[in-house]
């Protein structure tokens, strides 16, 4: 079965979404609209016109009710305008959907943790939260941070005071905020990589919500023992400051609670990624705001390259949802990022979709304006124009797994873990290996965008014990990992995962062993192919941005889309709407016979199915005989 052409004009965002679709929120900036930008856009008057789900954020203190308390019966859940509220703190209530009789609520608990960062005293905590208070094991997600999985609702209290007392967080991980700020993962001393380092945890206690119902809920009114460890390492950029400071363009609201986010927060969940030029590690094209370090030739910070309406979420049979990937904008020099990035989240927050909760990202606000009358929409809160976008390196991408030296005389390490999960089954002990490593050595950590842990500062002389340490605990080298293995990503989906329609991580390694069982048949065993897989279509493990991509649309069934970039710096296109999961090789095995005979020199897989486009693949399947290509 294929799609219809409307859909994939849909997904390639050439359909324009309908005029009028976007919505000003009442009583928010002091700017007349009329002078930032002409545009139709439909007005509420009344709160009345509001959706449910910003009349609840309205209605909730500043995220405190009806949270609060319901956290105080002796329920085992919480209903669903408290579970929407409790997002905001970084938890969501979920249910082992493979269990049968009443709903036995649990809760995943998600860190922030900017720039990825896993100090080792956190990373003691959370192995041991998950083994007491949790189902054993934890996640690494594909926004640098930990899940953890299995907490009850009588020790979410314990959970979360006990991380926000380390000098970690989970406010904001998830809700109508910006999330986990994202940055290249590499721990190399170079200055700008330092510099994508600092600048994410800027922009993390830049947007951070203010709302005191955190303290007051999880550490009754007290304040953590420990203050956030990025907060202690952003104060010289006097973070506080330049978010109160109201330029009088409509950035800052009149709201001394929420000065950037004010009572609605935003329309949707907001993500930002900083690198530098050259790596694309973290999928920076995939974020809301792409960030990118630009240095002078003496590794002086002089600005940044600034992307704008990324995101992968989507829905199934609706073509006015697609993911995107982000438009460059332009330059910024250093003294102003902070206030263009507040102008940004301030356009955002005035003018995103309320009202179409499906089309409430940014992206959908950048494409239906176009890069061009969105940004001069930035600019009239800004106040000043925006630099043309500064040339740069070709975007390469590197997983950063196995041994590098870190410029300074030490090394990092980079430990592959399929699909994120952290645990211990039979030989394979994951997660005590990692205890180990940590308790020995007191490594810091650097948690990856692919679900992966990166260790850094590792003395040279180490290095033989660590790979030791690995091959007692049942841990493979680097080397003997499927490549394949290694550029994948599946999102946790079933059995917990409310909106999963089928399977991912789960059955995402017998993916990879199919599809490099018809590799080898074909003779392209050297061949690397980007494959990602999630179980419904809002593409947590980013799946749009990848060569070859599986996207569950029901029971033991895909979507199948093909031509991401291997640089990922273009999404996927949409090739099977259907396809079961006994039909995977039938379904690949014709698009690789075609890669064979038709590729070009050094030809990437996607490079490859994005240049012959899917109707010549889809007519070359049609005609193809299976097993007719092979070794």
Not at 303 to 331: I, P, W, Y
Not at 338 to 362: C, F, L, P, S, Y
Not at 467 to 485: F, T
Not at 601 to 613: K, L
Request: hydrophobic content about 40%; charged content about 25%; proline content about 5%.
């Amino acid at each position: 079965m294929k799609f219809s052409s409307a859909v994939i004009a849909g997904v390639a965002a050439a359909t324009a979404l309908p005029t009028g679709t976007l919505a000003f929120v009442p009583q928010r900036s002091t700017v007349p609209s009329s002078t930032r930008l002409s545009v139709q856009l439909e007005t509420p008057t009344t709160t009345k016109d509001l959706p449910k789900i910003e009349k609840l954020k309205i209605a909730s203190d500043y995220l405190r009710i009806p949270l609060r308390e319901q956290l105080q019966t002796e329920e085992i859940g919480i209903s669903k305008d408290a579970y929407q509220i409790l997002k905001y703190h970084g938890s969501y209530q979920q249910n082992n959907r493979e269990k049968r009789g009443p709903k036995d609520y649990q809760f995943m608990l998600r860190l922030k943790q900017p720039a990825g960062e896993l100090p080792p005293d956190l990373y003691r905590l959370l192995d041991d939260l998950s083994t007491k208070h949790g189902q054993g094991d934890l996640r690494a997600t594909t926004r640098q941070c930990f899940q953890i999985h299995g907490i009850l609702k009588g020790d979410l209290k314990t959970v979360i005071s006990s991380i926000m007392n380390m000098g970690s967080s989970t406010v904001g991980a998830c809700g109508d905020v910006s999330r986990n700020v994202m940055t290249t993962p590499a721990p190399f001393v170079s200055a700008e990589y330092a510099y994508a380092r600092e600048y994410s945890k800027v922009f993390a206690q830049l947007f951070r919500p203010m709302s005191t119902a955190f303290s007051e809920i999880w550490l009754d009114g007290e304040k953590a023992a420990t203050v956030e460890t990025w907060a202690k390492e952003v104060e010289h950029h006097k973070v506080d400051e330049a978010m109160m400071y109201d330029n009088g363009r409509g950035i800052v609201l009149s709201d001394p609670t929420e000065p950037i986010y004010g009572t609605q927060y935003l329309p949707r969940k907001f993500k930002i990624g900083v690198t530098v030029p050259g790596d694309n590690s973290l999928d920076v094209y995939t974020n809301d705001i792409g960030v990118v370090v630009i240095c002078n030739e003496k590794g002086e910070l002089e600005g940044f390259n600034l992307m704008v309406g990324g995101g992968m979420g989507r829905t199934h049979n609706k073509e006015n949802t697609f993911a995107r990937a982000a438009d460059h904008m332009g330059f910024v020099p250093k003294e102003d990022i902070m206030e263009v990035m507040k102008a940004i989240v301030a356009a955002q927050r005035d003018h995103g979709n309320r009202d179409v909760r499906a089309n409430a990202r940014m992206k959908y606000l950048v494409h239906t304006l176009g890069i061009e009358k969105f940004t001069k929409l930035v600019e009239s809160y800004y106040g000043k124009e925006i630099a043309p976008w500064r040339p740069m390196k070709e975007w390469k991408y590197n997983d950063w797994m196995g041994w590098w030296e870190q410029g300074d005389g030490k090394l990092f390490y980079g430990l592959h873990i399929d699909n994120g999960r952290v645990k211990n089954e039979g030989s394979f002990q994951l997660k005590a290996a990692i205890r180990a490593l940590v308790d020995k050595y007191n490594l810091h950590a650097i948690m990856s965008p692919t679900q992966s842990i990166i260790f850094k500062d590792i003395e040279p002389k180490d290095k033989d014990d660590i790979e030791a340490i690995l091959r007692e605990h049942g841990i493979k080298p680097i080397e003997e990992v499927d490549p394949n293995a290694r550029l994948a990503m599946a999102c946790p989906a079933l059995p917990l995962c409310g909106l999963a329609q089928t399977e991912a991580e789960r059955i995402m390694p017998s993916y990879i062993e199919r599809v490099r069982t018809l590799l080898n048949k074909m003779n392209l065993a050297d061949e690397e192919i980007l494959m990602r897989m999630t179980g419904c279509p809002n593409g947590c493990a980013r799946p749009y941005m990848a060569e070859l991509a599986f996207v569950g649309d029901g029971a033991k069934s895909y979507q199948v889309w093909l031509g991401g970039s291997p640089v990922l710096t273009r999404t996927a296109q949409p090739f099977m709407a259907k396809m079961d999961v006994d039909d995977l090789e039938k379904t690949v095995e014709p698009i690789l016979a075609m890669f064979i005979q038709q590729r070009q020199q050094f030809e990437a897989f996607g490079d490859f199915c994005h240049r012959v486009g899917l109707d010549a693949i889809e007519a070359y399947s049609k005609s193809y005989v299976l097993g007719s290509v092979t070794a």
